[in-house]
């Protein structure tokens, strides 16, 4: 096989290139300054010759998409649209889309389906759904959008790194307890996203949306506490509070548990237990190197 990710100097981007050059496969990684993927002539360049693309390359500043949300939906609708334009001009090329568990309102009572009605409450969540759209509408055979949420990894700031840093500064540390959702290990969704490719280029995955999380659910309070126990700090200096106490400019989902029954129509296992995850992601990140 042969893939191309986009926005591969990212969190995730590194490890699915990482992943994937473990597996032996033929990765061409591109950072977001190697390649535009607004850039109809420059995206359909790059795709050419490749029979899996996947796009990790996105607006992430969930709230600086409040104050911008057209340049937002630039690089996370128009841009995933332009890849599928290309990949549409390929016979069997392939397209995964990350997607986000924000185009959902987080009202729900129980997992959201892959074929739940979406409705996100910030601008973030609608540039992303947009791509979403774009996906489906042009590449509706061979586009595969994979929604995630709650990343940590090696590669990038996130929650996890976060708390841990913030350990050595101060001795309590005062965590949301009314969000709940799935800590999912950048590693592994790369595992699942690589699996699904391989199962799409078989025949056997059927196109449309998938949700790459963790098993189980947490609130963010748990997975500090989570974070220290295992780190061996006190999880006692974790204290709960509720998000009226960290107002943000973007208003977040208070349910982002996402559905995972899709997997089996692909073949493809679920993700681990997100504790099981974070064991084995905060192991790796002590002794220094990558878990495949």
């Not at 990894?153 to 841990?164: D, E, K, Q």
């Not at 681990?272 to 495949?292: C, D, F, I, T, Y």
Request: proline share 6%; aromatic share 6%.
């Amino acid at each position: 096989m042969s893939w191309l990710i986009t926005g591969a100097g990212g969190m995730l981007g590194r490890d699915l290139t990482e992943v994937l050059l473990a597996r032996g496969v033929e990765v061409t990684a591109l950072t977001r300054t190697e390649l535009d993927i607004t850039d109809p002539a420059a995206v359909r360049s790059a795709v050419a010759g490749h029979e899996v693309v996947l796009n990790a390359a996105a607006w992430t500043d969930v709230d600086g998409a409040e104050t911008d949300e057209a340049a937002a939906t630039r690089i996370n609708g128009d841009g995933p649209r332009q890849l599928a334009r290309a990949c549409a001009e390929q016979p069997g090329t392939v397209l995964i889309q990350v997607s986000t568990d924000y185009v959902f309102p987080g009202d729900a009572g129980q997992p959201y389906r892959h074929d739940a009605p979406t409705s996100p409450v910030n601008a973030y969540g609608r540039s992303k759904l947009a791509g979403e759209q774009a996906v489906a509408e042009v590449l509706p055979e061979r586009g595969y959008t994979v929604r995630t949420a709650w990343l940590y990894g090696a590669h990038g700031r996130n929650f996890v790194s976060t708390m841990l840093g913030l350990a050595e500064q101060r001795e309590t540390l005062d965590v949301v307890d009314d969000q709940r959702g799935q800590p999912t290990w950048t590693r592994a969704l790369s595992a699942q996203l690589a699996d699904l490719g391989v199962a799409a280029l078989a025949g056997r995955a059927p196109a449309g949306a998938y949700h790459g999380t963790a098993t189980d659910t947490a609130t963010w309070y748990d997975l500090a506490r989570a974070a220290f126990e295992l780190t061996g700090l006190d999880p006692e200096r974790i204290r709960p509070t509720t998000s009226e106490k960290f107002v943000r400019p973007a208003k977040r989902p208070a349910y982002s548990v996402l559905d995972h029954g899709r997997w089996a129509d692909a073949g493809v296992p679920v993700q681990p237990h997100w504790r099981v995850q974070l064991n084995e992601a905060l192991q790796s990140m002590k002794a220094g190197r990558p878990q495949a």
